[in-house]
């Protein structure tokens, strides 16, 4: 018999029950992280069918999306938009009812979902974790299987802590060697992601591995795993080690003590067996990724820096042509061209990709002793409260006022323009956030995904390059 | 959640240069200003907000839904890896709110495609070259289309079928409208066996509060 993959090791050991006839199996769920958005539901959901939350203290709530990153210590009352003040305070009232720990905004533990549960030492090895979020796959970087969920398997989470779900099949992401100076893993992501497209993974999990995923930190992973949904896949997977285990300890919700010499004693057994068979391996040399942005409306429309935009006619596929030329359109751009040198207005430093420590140390790295060029607004915004303060304690955040940057408060912030940080029409934003889809960061709004030092060389020269 | 067994309906093809677009993400289906809801129902204002409306927020008189012979749709016809993104089953809730109940694709993002079931909503995946048939057959003079769950076919004006494959649970499910929690409430003594066997194994995995 062959040996397992790591995602069919965390897999069997969640297993409920799997019904014969059907062969859907409920999944024991380790974590559950809830968020004002997807959520609201889902409680009224419990309360009309007189249901409870079977284990709340599985179960962790923050406020994100809505919140926005400018005078928090106001509060709620300060929430000027009356619908997102109100899912905020749907959640309030939801997590005091069934008592369920919440990190609201203003607290020094909030920030983005994504941020919030590998910083507590929520996120461990081998557990199954859920949120009402696509970018859960971020906590696949520690050896988790973690992936997004609807509405209605939240409630089903909350009712039940399990999960109806179908095995999924085995992708390996083969990165070989190390990646150059200079490149992160923001640009091996989209660079999978442009080899593989956004519909690559779909149906699988996806196992990032070899000795290019070894050299990452486990922000580098975490940001992989992030965009793992961007390529189709649902779950990322990085196989956990000392990097992951160093990160981990002394960590608020980390094991203590025996239970850790326990807990370390099983996550070292958390790896593909090696002749574990995947339904399908890509192979990528670690040399060959390039700084990498995106030029169009999806996040396989991605090229090197230093390539040129390709045309419609470049495209065999008709379906990708036509693609090609709606994306043209929308992003103001003109195929044939350099991408580098492209003006941008915006620039947008954070998301649950790219928001934390390392993220911020890059960007202000390049943002030393320079300043914003004339014409644009730059805004970095840290992950979660404890990011800003480290980030303080650091001096990051002189380091970027004084180049003309905003420094803002934690949350999603101009990911997804929920709450007042959005792009005018036509604007045209350097972001290191997760999605350039049409509309995405405000109606008509032009992203370009890319990595924190290139955003934030974007700021200080005014142009993608 | 409704139960779907056949359904006859008016197809809408959403289409790009002619072909079924492809790529439609869930921001495209909702955009983000429609998710500060905390209902379920009501959100067919935001089905296609950008699609369907130009900048100035008259509607687009261009786009498929705003077309009077389909203004009824219960069908959409769209193209490969229909609604990857963001995971908000608003993506779904809209779609029913608007009345479709069905949507025709050769593939699905994982996500929303789960979230279609939660809701009663049919995925229907057929190849490339049926649906841009289906498709073309749908801006036709005649749209209606016949979508048989038990039979699993697509029927289109012209009478041919098409025979889709799925899940033999799901389609069970379907067709029965279950109530999942309900029905896995009633595995509660293996859940609680399970997590007895947890707190023993996996003792760090247990909160101290």
């Known amino acids: 018999m062959a040996g397992k993959t790591l995602y069919d090791k965390i897999w069997d050991a969640h297993v409920v029950h799997t019904d014969a006839d059907t062969g859907e199996s409920l999944l024991y769920i380790d974590l559950h992280l809830i968020h004002e958005v997807t959520t609201p539901q889902a409680f009224a959901g419990l309360k009309a069918a007189g249901r409870g939350v079977r284990r709340r203290d599985l179960t962790l709530a923050v406020a994100d999306h809505n919140t926005p990153t400018e005078n928090q210590s106001a509060g709620l009352a300060g929430v000027k938009d009356p619908e997102a003040r109100n899912q905020l305070e749907t959640l309030t009232r939801n997590v005091a009812e069934y008592e369920i720990e919440y990190f609201p905004m203003g607290d020094i533990r909030n920030g983005i979902v994504h941020v919030v549960g590998p910083e507590q030492g929520r996120t461990q090895p081998g557990m199954t974790i859920v949120c009402g979020d696509s970018h859960t796959s971020t906590h696949g970087a520690f050896g988790a299987l973690a992936h997004g969920i609807g509405t209605s398997e939240v409630e089903h989470v909350l009712a039940t802590q399990t999960l109806r779900a179908r095995k999924m099949k085995n992708m390996a992401i083969e990165v070989s060697g190390s990646l150059k100076e200079g490149v992160t893993a923001k640009d091996l992501a989209l660079h999978i992601i442009s080899v593989i497209g956004t519909a690559g993974g779909t149906g699988h999990v996806m196992e990032f591995r070899g000795g290019a995923i070894r050299k990452l930190s486990m922000e580098g992973r975490m940001t992989l795993c992030n965009l793992s949904i961007e390529g189709g896949a649902r779950a990322g997977l990085v196989a956990p080690d000392e990097k992951t285990f160093a990160y981990i300890k002394g960590r608020p919700a980390a094991p203590k003590a025996g239970a850790w010499d326990l807990a370390e004693t099983y996550w070292r057994t958390l790896h593909s067996d090696d002749d574990a068979v995947f339904d399908e391996i890509v192979h990528i040399k670690g040399e060959d990724v390039e700084p990498t942005v995106t030029w169009g409306t999806s996040p396989e429309q991605g090229i090197a820096l230093s390539g040129i935009i390709p045309k419609p006619e470049d495209f065999d596929d008709p379906v990708k042509a036509a693609a090609c030329e709606r994306a043209l359109a929308y992003m103001g751009l003109e195929g044939g061209k350099p991408i580098k040198g492209t003006p941008v207005q915006r620039v947008f430093i954070g998301s649950c990709t790219n928001s934390r420590i390392e993220d911020l140390r890059a960007a202000a790295d390049v943002a030393k002793g320079n300043h914003v060029a004339e014409g644009v607004r730059a805004m970095v915004v840290p992950g979660s409260g404890l990011v800003r303060v480290q980030a303080e304690e650091e001096g990051l955040d002189q380091i970027f006022i004084e180049a003309g940057f905003e420094w803002r408060e934690p949350g999603c912030s101009m990911c997804l323009g929920m709450n007042p940080d959005t792009l005018a029409p036509g604007e045209r934003c350097a972001s290191t956030s997760n999605r350039n889809f049409e509309g995405r960061q405000g109606r008509d709004g032009r992203t370009h995904l890319m990595s924190p030092a290139l955003a934030a060389r974007a700021a200080i020269t005014g142009v993608i390059g | ?209």
């Open chain 2, 1 to 209: 959640m409704k139960a779907f067994t056949q359904l006859t309906g008016t197809a809408a093809p959403l289409l790009e240069k002619g072909k079924p677009m492809s790529n439609v993400d869930t921001d495209m289906i909702i955009p983000k200003q429609f998710l500060k809801t905390t209902e379920r129902t009501g959100l067919s204002k935001g089905l296609f907000h950008e699609l369907k409306t130009l900048s100035d927020g008259s509607p687009n008189p261009q786009f498929v839904l705003n077309r009077p012979e389909y203004a009824t749709a219960s069908i959409l016809i769209a193209g490969k890896n229909f609604g990857c993104g963001s995971s908000r089953e608003h993506a779904p809730w809209a779609l029913l709110d608007q009345g479709i109940t069905c949507v025709i694709a050769p593939s699905f993002a994982d996500i929303f495609h789960n979230n279609c079931y939660k809701n009663g909503i049919l995925p229907v995946c057929l190849p490339e070259d049926v649906c841009q048939k289906l498709a073309e057959q749908a801006g036709g003079s005649n749209h209606v289309f016949t979508v048989d769950l038990e039979a699993q076919t697509v029927t289109g004006p012209d009478g041919e079928s098409h025979g889709f494959e799925v899940d033999e649970g799901r389609k069970a499910n379907l067709m029965a409208g279950l109530d999942e929690i309900g029905a896995s409430l009633t595995a509660s003594a293996r859940i609680d066996a399970f997590e007895a066997e947890r707190k023993l194994t996996k003792p760090w995995l247990e909160p101290a509060r």
